[in-house]
């Protein structure tokens, strides 16, 4: 499955967890190729945060065999924070401190130096759009600009490898839209991203590649395309305003599979022009009235779907 | 540079965040600070009459009680940032910035000593103002200099055990609550030794306890060095029951902190 010659940034075998009775990781796999986005998708509780932890060094994996930045994570874990930035679900700064005193922090326990700090905290508040705030506490801040000091935190040292898990967990949509742009201007400077989401669109939008993890086992890896390629294809939903017309539409559509409750009806379809012409005469022809149409192409909500047999928990269209 | 430079210079960035952290938060401060306070004017005022005409000391009375209770109230003091020192590292520990301290290449223990070297010096803070308050409420120590130094010395190793102690405890408490709740024997501690009242009113089996439990030997170290009066083998008793605190809190803190950190 692996697409690519380059260094691995992460490569991970066998890695299990488990607390007390309940399995988190099942031994999964992951290979994260240098300078690459690697998205692992999955809805809560599916073990995403407990990988992004063991990956990070701040828990110990009960089995499994892992190199990060070339170092193995048991006996180096030094070595492999001295390359890694994580930026977590829950934000990671001192409430109490500002936004300059924040990055200040990160700059004195990375000993960068008195003259150097300073310059790579103004260079950070630019560039995260916090200048304003950057003399008020951090616990004032909104929640994006919460997440952007957190991130711009994680930044200071210079990894090379950043872990982001569900950097937009929460955020209003344009705060989302900044925070992807800010992703993808890091990936332009050669970082290697590893991101946990539960959105679909946001691994479709960012990830080279995505791994889908469901129980704690890793239940499909490729591209969004490759990814899309393995559902059956699209469909179109019809609805319609009663019982009756939805079960002779379906009897003219031979059986098509349908949603009583809904009162709608999904029928294969490529998606195109002629093939929903026609549909739409065949259903002329029984007078059968259509009370509203979508066309879906396949998205990796239908990918979930068809892997796992059961729906992502929060379906979310950013 | 070398570990232990690193070491160093992590601890004292990771100070400089709690001293902050208390100038942000005076609260906190000021209550550690007010509670022995109201101890002391408590005791002095309330029940020092009669408890200073039960010393036997030639004055008796209110004023003699203000100097036999004042190294019970300075260690009441010490315990009281105790807790304090638990609730901030059990509120840190819960904060994701923690979680982003063990995710860097820094020195591990910088944490925990930022918090230790940051109540010392919140103790020693502390010491100094109630100390001056004992003063004019009448307080007479007839120490000199060097029995001065030697009290400061004692005070300071005592709270050096007593936080790396509560640092521990702090972590071992699943929420602030229960860090709040964990050090609250040290406050009784005093009490329950030669703090308030001489131990030999005490019925016999307390007595036993407040005769062998560690406050009562440092306070009686202080008393003998503030205002004069046998000294003995408190002294050293004192001194080893600081060392085997001060060791016992580190290795636990450390353990705790080494810990996963699954919460």
């Given at each position: 499955?692996?697409t690519?010659?380059?260094?691995p ?10 607390y ?15 300078g ?8 809560n ?14 828990i ?6 892992v190199?990060?930045?070339g170092?193995?994570?048991t ?11 994580v930026?977590?679900q829950?934000?990671a ?8 005193e924040?990055?200040?922090?990160m ?9 150097a ?7 950070l508040?630019?560039?995260f ?9 951090a616990a004032?801040?909104?929640g ?7 991130l711009a935190?994680t ?7 950043i872990?982001?898990?569900?950097p ?14 800010i ?20 691994a479709?939008?960012?990830a ?5 993890l469901d129980?704690?086992r890793?239940v499909?890896e ?17 609805r319609?305003?009663?019982?009756d017309a939805?079960?002779l539409a379906?009897?003219v ?21 002629r ?19 979508s ?24 | 540079?070398?570990?232990?430079a690193?070491t ?27 509670m ?7 005791f ?6 009669t ?38 590292v ?13 995710t ?9 000593t930022g918090?230790?070297?940051g109540?010392?010096i ?29 009290a ?6 005592v ?13 071992v ?5 229960t ?31 407040a005769?062998?439990?560690?406050f009562?030997?440092v306070m ?5 060095l ?5 000294i003995?083998?408190s ?8 060392a085997?605190?001060?060791l016992l809190?580190?290795?636990w ?11």
């Open positions: 499955m692996t690519t010659s380059r260094r940034a992460i490569a991970a075998t066998g890695l299990r967890k488990t007390g009775e309940h399995v988190v990781l099942d031994g999964i796999d992951l290979h994260v190729a240098e690459t986005v690697f998205a692992l998708l999955g809805p509780g599916a073990g995403k945060t407990t990988t992004v932890h063991i990956l990070s060094t701040l110990r994996a009960d089995a499994g065999d190199r990060v930045l170092h193995d994570l006996r180096e874990p030094d070595r492999v924070r001295a390359g890694i930035g930026t977590g829950f934000s700064v001192d409430g109490l401190l500002t936004g300059a924040n990055l200040k922090l700059a004195d326990l990375l000993h960068l130096g008195r003259a700090g300073r310059r790579r905290t103004a260079d508040l630019e560039r759009d916090l200048v304003d705030a950057a003399g008020k506490p004032t801040y909104s994006g600009m919460r997440r952007r000091l957190d935190m930044l200071v040292g210079e990894p090379r490898l872990f982001l898990d569900e937009t967990t929460g955020l209003d949509p344009r705060s989302r839209r900044a925070m992807w742009q992703i993808r201007d890091l990936v332009a400077g050669g970082v290697t991203i590893f991101l946990t989401t539960q959105y679909l669109e946001e479709d939008q960012l080279d590649r995505i791994a889908v129980h704690g890793l499909a490729g591209t969004a395309e490759e990814l899309k390629r393995r559902v059956p294809g699209g469909h179109i939903r019809l319609f305003a009663d019982g939805l079960a379906s009897r559509l031979g059986d098509a599979p349908r949603d009583e409750e809904a009162l709608t009806l999904r029928v294969p379809s490529d998606g195109g022009v093939s929903l012409r026609a549909l739409l005469d065949r259903l002329d022809d029984a007078a059968v009235e259509v009370e509203s149409l066309v879906h192409t396949p998205d990796l909500d239908d990918v979930f779907l068809t892997l796992t047999g059961h729906p992502t928990q929060e379906k979310v269209s950013a | 540079m070398s570990t232990m690193h160093l210079s992590d601890s004292a960035t990771m100070l400089r965040r709690n001293l902050r952290h208390m100038q942000r938060y005076p609260s906190l401060t000021l209550m550690i600070i007010g022995p306070v109201v101890f002391l004017l408590l002095v005022y309330v029940f020092g009459g408890l200073g005409a039960g010393l036997g000391g030639t004055s008796g009375g209110r004023a003699e009680y203000a100097t036999y209770v004042t190294p019970g109230i300075l260690l009441i003091t010490i315990a009281g940032v105790a807790q304090g020192t638990a609730i901030s059990a509120m840190d520990m819960t904060e994701g910035i923690v979680a982003r301290f063990r860097m290449s820094i020195a591990r223990v910088s944490v925990l918090h230790v070297v109540s010392l919140q103790t020693m803070l502390g010491l100094a103002a109630v100390t001056g308050i004992a003063l004019l409420v009448g307080f007479r120590p007839t120490a000199n200099p060097v029995e001065w130094l030697a400061t010395g004692l005070l300071a190793a709270t050096f055990a007593i936080t790396w102690l509560s640092v521990a405890l702090g972590m408490s699943k929420s602030v609550e860090a709040s709740n964990l050090p609250m024997p040290l406050l009784l501690l005093p009490f329950l030794g030669s703090g308030f009242v001489p131990t030999d009113s005490m019925p016999a089996g307390l007595r036993w306890f005769e062998y439990q560690p009562t030997p009686e170290t202080l008393r003998g503030l205002v004069g009066g046998p003995g083998s002294a050293t008793q004192a001194l080893a029951w600081c085997a605190i001060s809190g580190y290795l803190a450390r353990r705790l902190y080494d810990r996963d950190a699954s919460r």
